[in-house]
């Protein structure tokens, strides 16, 4: 592989990163839900197996809901470009599985790229994974990793290549990957579900039409169940205890933060019995409710 394909892969040089100081987030599914699995522990151990130098110093957990890369995405670009700090890495491992239908590359390869904020990722090409960073990666590679011969390649292969990669070995970097072929992010989607039941979406305020902003009340569907919710958008809009709202939310960064739908002191999820979003989960419905 010649030089000026990789030259893109600015992160510092091993020697230039201090002992202990290096962050690994690892954010997969291995729970199947919202749960620290025991895979998490054997991930983490591996990866200090192969720190040969001492850089690690902080690998935590985020788990995410069983299959779906559009929740990994999500958070990918949350923790990654919203959430950073200088000495954070990014690891992930969620493909789907399944007859959950997604979109993207097939070969479900192991890449690593680079954000245009110099934080590293390493993460799975399948599904939505990449979608909401594909905008913000100056580069991004396969990694030469077997990708067969283990049910468990995010520890038997993809820490040992992670961590060779970051002590400077760009031999393990393998061929470009084509960002345009990475999925966009798909509108009106449900992107997460946080600890308070709250549903994230991948919507934005300017997705949505003039008379569904100017509704104070609106009929939102979610995974085939309705219900009438109060639009806390419009000022001066405020929900009470107990009320379902749909509300700025806190994802997506402070230029256009995601919408959020939410019962006040409560459990939305549990009015659209859903526990977290799947690849192929039907768009969210947002309908003006006139009250004349």
Known sequence: MSQQDISSWQYQESG??????LHIEVIADYGGG???????????????????????NLITEHPVYAFSTIETGFWIAQEGL????????????????GDISWNGEEKQRFVCGILDNGIPIFAVDAGYN??????????????????????????????????AILHGDKTKIGEPVDLLKIPDVPPFKLASV??????KT???????????????????????????????????VQ???????????????????????VRLMARACD?????????????????PVNLN
């Open 82 to 97: 919203h959430s950073e700090h200088k000495n954070l890495i990014i690891f992930s491992n969620t493909a789907p599985r």
């Open 239 to 261: 929900g009470r205890i107990y009320d379902l709202c749909l509300l700025q939310g806190s994802s997506g960064g402070k230029q256009g933060n995601y919408l959020e739908i």
């Open 16 to 21: 230039d990163i201090k002992s202990g100081s």
């Open 194 to 199: 946080d600890g308070y039941g709250n549903l």
């Open 271 to 287: 009015d659209y019995k859903v526990q977290g979003p799947w690849d192929d989960m039907g768009p969210i419905k947002i309908e």
């Open 202 to 236: 991948t919507i934005k305020k300017e997705y949505l039409k003039e008379e569904v902003l100017k509704s104070t009340i609106l009929r939102i569907t979610v995974n085939k169940y309705s219900h009438f919710v109060l639009n806390t958008l419009i000022p001066d």
């Open 34 to 56: 919202h749960t620290t699995d025991h895979a998490f522990a054997e991930v983490r151990n591996h990866f200090l197996r192969f720190d040969k130098d001492g850089k690690i």
């Open 130 to 163: 990449l979608s909401f960073i594909k905008n913000r990666l100056k580069g991004l590679w396969e990694v030469k990793v077997p990708n067969i011969g283990t049910q468990f390649r995010s520890r038997d292969y993809y820490p040992e290549a992670t961590m």
